[in-house]
C-alpha cells in the first residue's frame, strides 16, 4: 500500500468518525471532535499490514477512535474558571455525547464485549488523568507510566481484543513519542500543560524538563528504529511510520552542542 | 424528612435497597484515592435512588431475581451519579443537597474525570448482561439525555420559548431515563411485552410529573429545603412550565425579561422568586403536572393489581403531593 493509499484510508475513516457524532450545536459551538490521524493511522495498521480485516473490525476501530474524542472533549475543560462558558458548557456535554454515540454504535453491532473492554479502559485512563491533580511528587519514570496509559490503552485493548498484539509495543512506542514532541512544543511555546507541570515539579525546572523531554524522544527514537526493522513492514509502510507519523530531529544533541 | 417518608413507601424493599447500596459503594471502589473520594462524596450526599426504585418494581410484575435486578438498578443509578456530576460543571454549582459538589471540593477536570469514571463503571457493570435489546435501549436513552441537555443549553434565557420546547426538553432531561428504568426492569424480569410497554409509559408519565414538581419547588421551597438557592434554575437560564406560565401576565413578563438580562443581586432574585411563587404559574404547573400524573396511574390500571403496583400508585401520589 503506497502512501497515497494509506492517506485516504485514514481520511476515509476520519470523515465516518466526525459524521457518527455529528451534532449541530456541538459542530456551532465547540472545537469539533479531535480525530487525530496518528491514532487513525495505528487503528488501521493492521489493515495496512495486510492483515484479515472485516467490517466489524473497522467498525469497532470507529469506536475507538470515538472514545478517545469523547475523553479528548473532556481534557479540554478548564481546571477553574470564574465564569463557564457556553463553549465549555457544550464541551462538557460533547464528551458525553459522543460516549453513548460509541456505545450505541457497538450495541448495535451487538459487540458488547467490546463495549466492556473500552468500558474497563476509560476507567484506567479516568485513573490515570486523575492522578495529575492528587498532589503528588512523582518519578519521571511514573510520569511516564501515567502517559504510557493515557496514550495506549484504549488502542492495545483493541489491538488484544482481534489478535494483534504484536503491534502494540510499536505503537506504544511511537504515540508516547508524539505526545512528547507536543509536550516539547507547548514547553517552548511557554504554554503549561498537566504533563508539563507534573514534569516540572519533579524536575524542579523547566529547562530541565526540556532536557529531559529532549533526551526521551532520542531514547523513544532509537527504540521506534529498533522496533520497527523486527516486523515484516513493506517499505512504504516502515517509510510512512517513520517519515509521516513520527519524523525525528535529534534535538538532544543539538541542545548539547547550541549550549 | 419529606425523604424519609418517600423511603418509608418502598420500605418492603430495604434489604434489595441496602444492597444496592453496597453496591453502588463497591462499584466506585479506584485504584486512585482520588476518584474513590469523589465518587463517594457523590454517592454519600444521598439521593432517593428513585431510579434503582423503579427498575425493582418493574421487576416483580416479571421474573424477580434481585441477582439480575440489581445489575441494572446499580448501573442506572450511576448513569444518573454521572450526570449530575458534570452537569454540577454545566451549572457552575457549588452545592448539592446541601453539601460542596465534585467540582467545587476539588475541580472541574476531576469532576469530568469521576463523572468518566463512573460511567464507564456503569457500562461495565451492565455488559454482564448478555441483551442486545437493552443495550439498543439504555445507548439511546444516553444519547436522548445529552440531546435534552445540549438543548437546554441553546434554549437558556430565552423567555419567548413555547410549552412544546420545554416539554420536549424534560422528557429528555429526566422522564427517558425513570421510564428506561422501568422498561429495562420488566425486560430482565422477562415481562411480556405489553405489560414492558405499559411500565416504559409509566415510567415516562410519572418522569414529566416529576420533574414539572421539581421546577415548582424551585421557587416554592426555602433555599435551606432545596439545599441550594432558591430560583437557581431561572438564574442560570433555565425556563420552566411556572416562568411559562407566569409570563403571560404583562408585568411579571417585564420584570423575568429584565432579570434574565443581567445577574441578580439576593434581593433581586428573591423577588423573582417571590413573584412566580404568588403568580398562577405555580397552579397551573400543578395541573399540568397532574395530568401526567393521571396518566401515570391509568398505564397502572391496565397491570395486574399486586404489592408492586400499590407501591408504585403510592409513590406516584407522593410525587405529585413532595415538598422537597
Known amino acids: 500500500m503506497n502512501e497515497q493509499l494509506i492517506h485516504s484510508k485514514i481520511t476515509s475513516m476520519e470523515l465516518d468518525v466526525?459524521?457518527?457524532?455529528?451534532q449541530r450545536t456541538l459542530e456551532n459551538f465547540t472545537e469539533g471532535p479531535s480525530v487525530e490521524r496518528a491514532r487513525l493511522f495505528f487503528l488501521l495498521l493492521p489493515f495496512f499490514d495486510e492483515n484479515h480485516w472485516s467490517g466489524e473490525i473497522e467498525a469497532s476501530a470507529k469506536t475507538v477512535s470515538i472514545v478517545y474524542a469523547a475523553l479528548h472533549a473532556h481534557d479540554q475543560v478548564k481546571e477553574n474558571a470564574l465564569v463557564i462558558t457556553k463553549k465549555q458548557q457544550l464541551t462538557v456535554l460533547a464528551g458525553d455525547f459522543y460516549s453513548g454515540i460509541y456505545y450505541q454504535m457497538l450495541a448495535n453491532s451487538n459487540n458488547i464485549t467490546m463495549i466492556q473492554r473500552l468500558a474497563t479502559s476509560i476507567i484506567k485512563v479516568s485513573e490515570n488523568k486523575a492522578s495529575f491533580y492528587d498532589g503528588l511528587v512523582r518519578s519521571v519514570e511514573e510520569i511516564d507510566d501515567l502517559v504510557h496509559v493515557i496514550e495506549t490503552e484504549l488502542l492495545t485493548t483493541f489491538y488484544k481484543f482481534y489478535g494483534f498484539e504484536k503491534y502494540a509495543s510499536l505503537a506504544t512506542?511511537?504515540?508516547?513519542?508524539?505526545?512528547?514532541?507536543?509536550?516539547?512544543?507547548?514547553?517552548?511555546?511557554?504554554?503549561?500543560t498537566r504533563i508539563l507541570r507534573l514534569l516540572n515539579q519533579t524536575l524542579q525546572h523547566p529547562l530541565q524538563t526540556e532536557r529531559w523531554l529532549l533526551e526521551k524522544l532520542d531514547l523513544l527514537h532509537e527504540d521506534i528504529s529498533?522496533?520497527?526493522?523486527?516486523?515484516?513492514f513493506n517499505y512504504e509502510l516502515k517509510s510512512f511510520m517513520l517519515h509521516q507519523i513520527t519524523p525525528h530531529q535529534h534535538r538532544a544533541e543539538q541542545l548539547t552542542r547550541e549550549g | 424528612m419529606e425523604?424519609?417518608?418517600?423511603?418509608?413507601?418502598?420500605?418492603?424493599?430495604?434489604?434489595?435497597?441496602?444492597?444496592?447500596?453496597?453496591?453502588?459503594?463497591?462499584?466506585?471502589?479506584?485504584?486512585?484515592?482520588?476518584?474513590?473520594?469523589?465518587?463517594?462524596h457523590l454517592l454519600q450526599a444521598g439521593g432517593k435512588r428513585i431510579r434503582p426504585v423503579f427498575v425493582l418494581l418493574a421487576g416483580k410484575f416479571g421474573n424477580y431475581n434481585i441477582d439480575v435486578m440489581k445489575q441494572v438498578a446499580v448501573p442506572l443509578e450511576l448513569i444518573h451519579m454521572a450526570s449530575l456530576v458534570h452537569d454540577d460543571v454545566i451549572d457552575d454549582s457549588d452545592i448539592r443537597r446541601g453539601k460542596p459538589t465534585v467540582k467545587a471540593e476539588w475541580n472541574n477536570s476531576v469532576a469530568m474525570y469521576t463523572g468518566d469514571f463512573i460511567l464507564a463503571r456503569a457500562l461495565e457493570y451492565i455488559t454482564d448482561i448478555d441483551s442486545p435489546k437493552l443495550h439498543h435501549i439504555l445507548s439511546k436513552t444516553m444519547i436522548e439525555v445529552c440531546r435534552g441537555e445540549i438543548i437546554q443549553i441553546e434554549d437558556k434565557y430565552k423567555l419567548d420559548q413555547n410549552l412544546r420546547d420545554y416539554l420536549r426538553r424534560i422528557k429528555r432531561k429526566t422522564a427517558l431515563l425513570i421510564s428506561s428504568?422501568?422498561?429495562?426492569?420488566?425486560?430482565?424480569?422477562?415481562?411480556?411485552?405489553?405489560?414492558?410497554?405499559?411500565?416504559?409509559r409509566f415510567g415516562y408519565f410519572i418522569g414529566m410529573s416529576f420533574q414539572i414538581i421539581d421546577d415548582i419547588l424551585d421557587f416554592t421551597s426555602t433555599d435551606e429545603e432545596l439545599g441550594k438557592p432558591a430560583g437557581s434554575d431561572f438564574i442560570q437560564g433555565n425556563i420552566t412550565l411556572p416562568v411559562l406560565c407566569a409570563r403571560r401576565d404583562p408585568e411579571v413578563y417585564s420584570l423575568l425579561k429584565n432579570s434574565l438580562q443581567k445577574e441578580l443581586t439576593d434581593k433581586e432574585r428573591l423577588l423573582v422568586v417571590k413573584t412566580i411563587r404568588n403568580s398562577p404559574g405555580i397552579s397551573e404547573a400543578k395541573a399540568v403536572s397532574e395530568r401526567y400524573l393521571k396518566k401515570a396511574l391509568q398505564e397502572l390500571d391496565y397491570l395486574p393489581k399486586s404489592p408492586a403496583n400499590k407501591t408504585m400508585r403510592k409513590i406516584a401520589f407522593f410525587i405529585g403531593k413532595r415538598k422537597f
Open chain 1, 226 to 232: 529498533l522496533t520497527i526493522n523486527s516486523y515484516n
Open chain 2, 181 to 200: 428504568s422501568c422498561e429495562l426492569g420488566a425486560l430482565v424480569s422477562g415481562t411480556d411485552e405489553k405489560t414492558a410497554a405499559h411500565l416504559r
Open chain 1, 18 to 22: 466526525l459524521k457518527a457524532v455529528k
Open chain 2, 3 to 40: 425523604k424519609v417518608k418517600l423511603k418509608l413507601l418502598y420500605s418492603d424493599l430495604k434489604p434489595e435497597l441496602d444492597m444496592i447500596e453496597k453496591e453502588l459503594e463497591q462499584a466506585v471502589d479506584s485504584k486512585s484515592h482520588l476518584l474513590n473520594d469523589a465518587s463517594l
Open chain 1, 173 to 192: 512506542l511511537m504515540l508516547r513519542y508524539i505526545r512528547y514532541v507536543e509536550e516539547l512544543e507547548f514547553l517552548q511555546n511557554n504554554s503549561q
